[in-house]
């Protein structure tokens, strides 16, 4: 059984910046991606940026030069620096991850609760 908790989210003014935060605890041997989700209201989730172990990332292209994903492998956590906020960023954050129980099996971990950004205007 794996568990992310994200946390890091609050409300803030157009333009300004959070720092994310998703540990992953649990039945873990070593994890492998890592990444970032965003659900805004009515919208479907989708991805904000991945990270592998060996620390390549990958950003889609709305966030490219405002967000920063980073990860501590030895706590099994990953950042996500956000500057530049937009009010339609507003959106419950979620973090996902790759990972190998302690039978060396890789497994996709279940989403966690989120962690909500809200940006006024």
């Known amino acids: 059984q794996v568990r992310l908790v994200e946390s890091g989210g609050g409300l803030v003014q157009a333009g300004g910046s959070l720092r994310l935060s998703c540990a992953a605890s649990?039945?873990?041997?070593?994890?492998?991606?890592m990444a970032w989700y965003c659900q805004a209201p009515g919208k479907q989730r989708e991805l904000v940026a991945a990270?592998?172990?060996?620390?390549?990332?990958n950003y889609t292209d709305f966030v490219k030069g405002r967000f920063t994903i980073s990860r501590d492998n030895a706590k099994n956590t990953v950042y996500l620096q956000i500057n530049s906020l937009k009010p339609e960023e507003t959106a419950v954050y979620y973090c996902?991850?790759?990972?190998?129980?302690?039978?060396?099996?890789?497994?996709?971990?279940?989403w966690g609760q989120g962690t909500q950004v809200s940006v006024s205007s």
């Open positions: 996902n991850a790759e990972f190998l129980d302690y039978g060396l099996v890789s497994k996709l971990s279940s």
């Open positions: 649990g039945s873990i041997f070593s994890t492998n991606a």
């Open positions: 990270i592998t172990s060996g620390g390549n990332t």
